[in-house]
Structure formats: structure tokens, C-alpha cells
């Protein structure tokens, strides 16, 4: 079809005139009910600062778990702070195989072979260690905290009494900490019991584990500063683990042999798997500790906040004021963060490197401690993380502090209240870095809430 020029022109005036019916309809219905509105904002965005209404307090931790980490610690720690502290360890030996000793086994020599990877303190203090047989089964499925008094449950009588001086060394291409390798001597009576096992003993490893029921490794003093080193006991795909080698001869391998040969020794391992049981013990000594005066109380308020792992110390920190947000109507928490500060002095950071991660908890009105909704949402989001740029652990805690303020019915189930928290380790039993922060008494610990108020 084709127009004419008059044609066209009158189609493109119509559509201009149709346009501008359009945009100015478009702008009265805009502009409709504005003039019943408050000149205010709908909404209002505001920051406060609750930083004067928080208190911290220093408190033992006391039965924590200390088996189920990915690795365990051992040695003993003076530390010039936080006084001294000893880890012991005990762990259970797997068979892999039905063990075959031959004819008339007689043992060589029996070896404990045992990884670590990280250590903290120093590396010029020896540490001196006994090892003895357990005499009572660890089991497997249960839970044991770190005041165990492993020693109870071992025999008398030491297999082995074994000097070492820790020693760190980096990959040079990752510079990564390497594997070191600490090989222990033990008295050839283990390797006697182990040899002449029935096999009844031996059927499966339920039934050895009756048998043989594992070794303690108990550290005594040092006299200098000291170190916990980080051990790496269990095999994986792609770990070899550590390990108790039994070295024998039988007549097999000795009886076609020459009058001045020596025998090709034979060996039977028994290692660390993931399903071994290791348990920690840990003992702490505060004796002249400059918070020891303070300890497990809420009178007066702490100067520094000490947080150990190990079951060793944690803080208390109190929020007062946050319930009675709850009379404000028409509010919605958009950000709520708690920072902590660390002391670099007073912790000491070069000679004493602070958690990567710390846990900020809330107390429950039954008393216990859990992890805030914002961790199940992202631990991310909810942070936490050590921040090397300036030292400090921020913690997103925006739905708790939401839900303290909506939920104020204690039967409901999403109720928390406001009964404070605690600041703990990410990590409580398998980690020894140790730290101290500024307390809120120094400012040290900010809280920075942004609302939007909704206007009536």
C-alpha cells in the first residue's frame, strides 16, 4: 500500500498529538496523592553505635570435645601469658591385614612413627615424653573432653621414655610447612604381646582393638618456653599416616642364611586411620596469669578479652539494651556487625600468630550456646575471619539481632532472648594460636547497627 506525502503527514501528526495525551496522563497519575504524603521520606536510614552498652568477661572452657579434630596436639607450652599449658595423647592401632609372623617369630625392634607439620612456640625447647600401653578401650563412638585423665586409664609401666627438640622446614618451591617425622623406640615387650596375639585376637579389628588398646603419649615439663606441635596421625588417599611398626625374624628368613649373614628383617604395621580413636588431654596451669584474678566472674568487668583454645579460656560478651528495641514498631535491622580489635602488644603476634577464624555464639534461655541463624544462612556472610589489613574479627549478626527484637514470646520457637555470647576459637580442640583483644572497657569491641525506620 503506498500514501501520499499529505498522507503520511497527517499519520505522524496523529501519533505526535496520541503521544503527548499519553505522557501527560502519565504524569497526572504520578502526580496523584502526592499532595497527601509526609514531606518527610517514606523510610529513614540510620546508623548507631551500641559499642558503650557492651561488656566483656573472661571465663574458663570447659568440656570441649577432643576427638573428633583432624589433628591432635602434643608437647607442653609455657606460656609467658597464658601460663602452661600440656597436651597428652592417645590414640588406637588398626590392623590392615590378618598378621602372619611365620615360624618361631622373634622380635627385633619395635617403632612408633609419628608426623607433624606445625608447632607453636619455640623450637629450641626439648620435650621429653613417655609412652605407655593403654589398659582401657577407647571407644570409638563416644565423646571425650579434654579434662580425661588419660594416665588413669594406662598402664604403670613405661615403654619408652623419648627426647625431642620440635623443628619446622619449608618447602622451597610452596614454602609450605613440611612433614617431619618423629621415631620413637619402644621396649620389645609391646612387640612380644603383638607377636603372640591368638588369633581370636586377631579375627577383626573390634575384637583387637579388646586386645591391644592403644598407646598414650604423656608430656612432661620443659624448662624453657616450649611448643604443642600439630600432629598428623590418620592415613588418607593421599597420607601414608602415622604408624606402629613391629620388626621381626622367623625361621623363614633366617634359615637358609649364613653363619656372619644378618637376617632381611621383617616388619608388621599397625596404623592411624581415620576410624582410630585420638583423644587429647589438656592441662592448664593460670598460676600468676594476669587475668587469673578475674576469672569466671561477671563483677568486674575484664580490661582484655583472652581467648584460648584447648579448653582453655573464652569471653562473655553482654549486649545490654537490644531486647527493648522490641517497643520500636515499623523498624527493620538492615546490618548488624560486632568487631573485635586484637592487642598486637599484648598478644604478641609475631611470636604468637592470633586464630585464622574465631566463633561468636549466642547463650540460649536453656543455658546452652549455639551458632546465630545468620552462620546457617552463610558462614561467609556471617564472617568471623581474622582481617591481617588491621587486625580484627568482624561478625554479621544481622537475623539474630532481628529476631531479638521480633520474637519476644519465650514459647515461640524462634525466640533467643538476650542472654549474651561467647567468643571462643573456630577451632577448640585440634589448634593451639591463642589470642588477645582489646576488651570493650578500651573501646576495642565496636557494634554498628543500620535500621530503617518505617514512618506512620
Known amino acids: 500500500m503506498k500514501y501520499s506525502t499529505v498522507q503520511l503527514l497527517k499519520i505522524v ?13 502519565n504524569s497526572e497519575q504520578n502526580d496523584l496523592g502526592l499532595e497527601i504524603l509526609p514531606d518527610e521520606d517514606l523510610i529513614n536510614v540510620r546508623n548507631i553505635s551500641v559499642s558503650d552498652k557492651i561488656a566483656s568477661y573472661t571465663f574458663n572452657e570447659n568440656g570441649i570435645t577432643s576427638n573428633k579434630g583432624a589433628t591432635n596436639l602434643l608437647g607442653t607450652l609455657n606460656d ?16 590392615t591385614s590378618f598378621p602372619d609372623f611365620g615360624t618361631n617369630p622373634v622380635v627385633d625392634s619395635v617403632r612408633l612413627y609419628l608426623f607433624y607439620r606445625n608447632i607453636y612456640g619455640d623450637t629450641i625447647t626439648t620435650q621429653h615424653v613417655k609412652v605407655y600401653e593403654m589398659e582401657t578401650y577407647l571407644d570409638p563412638d563416644a565423646e571425650y573432653t579434654q ?41 620389645n615387650t609391646l612387640g612380644e604381646k603383638l607377636i603372640g596375639a591368638d588369633s581370636l585376637d586377631m579375627v577383626n579389628n573390634d575384637v583387637f582393638l579388646q586386645y591391644f588398646k592403644g598407646l598414650l603419649l604423656e608430656s612432661a615439663d620443659v624448662t624453657g618456653e616450649g611448643s604443642l606441635v600439630t600432629l598428623h596421625t590418620a592415613s588418607s588417599s593421599t597420607f601414608q599416616g602415622s604408624a606402629l611398626l613391629v620388626y621381626y625374624n622367623n625361621d623363614e628368613n633366617t634359615i637358609l642364611l649364613e653363619d656372619d649373614e644378618a637376617p632381611d628383617t621383617l616388619s608388621q604395621a599397625y596404623l592411624i586411620t581415620q576410624y582410630s580413636l585420638r583423644v587429647n588431654e589438656f592441662k592448664h596451669d ?7 584474678d578475674n576469672l569466671d566472674q561477671e563483677e568486674e568487668e575484664s580490661d582484655l578479652i583472652y581467648v584460648q583454645p584447648t579448653g582453655g579460656l573464652k569471653s562473655r560478651i553482654t549486649v545490654s539494651g537490644l531486647e527493648s528495641w522490641k517497643d520500636s514498631v515499623n523498624m527493620g535491622i538492615n546490618k548488624a556487625e560486632i568487631i573485635f580489635h586484637v592487642d598486637t602488644t599484648a598478644s604478641d603476634i609475631h611470636n604468637y600468630p592470633p ?28 564472617g568471623g575471619v581474622l582481617d591481617t589489613s588491621d587486625y580484627t574479627y568482624t561478625f554479621n549478626i544481622t537475623q539474630h539481632v532481628q529476631r531479638i527484637i521480633d520474637v519476644t514470646d519465650p514459647d ?22 591463642r589470642v588477645i583483644l582489646k576488651g570493650a572497657k578500651q573501646g576495642g569491641v565496636d557494634m554498628r547497627i543500620t535500621y530503617s525506620k518505617f514512618l506512620d
Do not use: H
Open 80 to 95: 609467658p601469658v597464658f601460663g602452661k599449658t600440656t597436651a597428652n595423647y592417645a590414640t588406637q592401632f588398626r590392623l
Open 355 to 382: 586464630p585464622s577464624q574465631l566463633m561468636f555464639t549466642f547463650v540460649a534461655p536453656d543455658g546452652e550456646e549455639y551458632r546465630p541463624i545468620d552462620y546457617f544462612f552463610s558462614p561467609t556472610f556471617y
Open 412 to 433: 515461640d520457637d524462634d525466640f533467643v532472648g538476650n542472654e549474651g555470647f561467647f567468643l571462643t576459637t573456630g577451632r577448640r580442640a585440634d589448634i593451639a594460636n
Open 13 to 25: 501528526g496523529g501519533l505526535f498529538v496520541l503521544v503527548n495525551i499519553l505522557v501527560a496522563c
Open 147 to 187: 579434662d580425661i585423665d588419660l594416665k588413669s586409664m594406662a598402664s604403670d609401666i613405661p615403654l619408652a621414655e623419648f627426647d625431642y627438640t620440635p623443628k619446622v622446614e619449608l618447602d622451597s618451591a610452596t614454602q609450605d610447612t613440611n612433614y617431619q617425622l618423629l621415631t620413637i623406640p619402644l621396649d
Open 286 to 292: 593460670y598460676n600468676g596469669a594476669p587475668f587469673l
